[in-house]
Antibody, heavy 119, light 107 residues
Framework: QVQLVEPGGGVVQRGGSLRLSCAATGFTFSTCAMHWVRQAPGKGLEWVAVLSYDVTTDYYAGSVKGRFTISRDNSKNTLYLQMNSLRTEDTAVFYC????????????WGQGTTVIVSS | SYELTQPPSVSESPGQTARITCSGDALPKQYANWYQQKAGQAPVLVIYKDSERPSGIPERFSGSSSGTTVTLTISGVQAEDEADYYCQSTDSSGTFVFGTGTKVTVL
């Protein structure tokens, strides 16, 4: 079964750090570009970052550039998001998602994990 | 920064046609994709490359493009289609951007 599973996020103080993970099953993870997308409470979707299948290319949203780092371990079929210098406005549900073969559209999504940054 | 603009809400009676627009300057050059998000759930891709439908998505969902506007059409809207809908595309640097979102209400 094609699936992305994100273990629990957590509560962290402003200025702190947290690493999210996303475990892939049921497909060849090492051939897929992967994204992180977040959604603040009551708000719309916000794209966060993307990493190519071979780890050569990454892009970030301006709101997280320099603070967040996307990475992956293809031997473990796992995607990561290292979040540093967290701000209260980073409070959101974070989703990992797979870019579909052919390069358009995110066709598989994790269930989402909640990150709360307290002041 | 690049923006994709959607109407905040669309309402339609069951069996009628609901249309959701998404406007952005780069849309003539970049594909658009559409996602459905029901309350408390992760988004689901319903249209990619402007008008292609993934397997498992009902035929009542269709997409079209004209100039700087793309449109998601739900023909014969059903109660189960009540959800938030987001368009998504890429900007000139290749980074993703989501639209502002549209809440579809089935009256």
């Amino acid at each position: 079964q094609v699936q992305l599973v994100e273990p629990g996020g957590g509560v962290v103080q402003r200025g702190g750090s947290l690493r999210l993970s996303c475990a892939a099953t049921g497909f060849t993870f090492s051939t897929c570009a992967m994204h992180w997308v977040r959604q603040a409470p009551g708000k719309g979707l916000e794209w966060v970052a993307v990493l190519s299948y071979d780890v050569t290319t990454d892009y970030y949203a301006g709101s997280v550039k320099g603070r967040f780092t996307i990475s992956r371990d293809n031997s473990k079929n796992t995607l990561y998001l290292q979040m540093n210098s967290l701000r209260t406005e980073d409070t959101a549900v974070f989703y990992c998602a797979r870019l579909r073969a052919g390069g358009e559209g995110l066709d598989v999504w994790g269930q989402g994990t909640t990150v709360i940054v307290s002041s | 920064s690049y923006e994709l603009t959607q109407p905040p809400s669309v309402s339609e009676s069951p069996g009628q046609t609901a249309r959701i627009t998404c406007s952005g300057d780069a849309l003539p050059k970049q594909y658009a994709n559409w996602y459905q998000q029901k309350a408390g759930q992760a988004p689901v891709l319903v249209i990619y490359k402007d008008s292609e439908r993934p397997s498992g998505i009902p035929e009542r969902f269709s997409g079209s493009s004209s100039g700087t506007t793309v449109t998601l059409t739900i023909s014969g809207v059903q109660a189960e289609d009540e959800a938030d809908y987001y368009c998504q595309s890429t900007d000139s640097s290749g980074t993703f951007v989501f639209g502002t979102g549209t809440k579809v209400t089935v009256l």
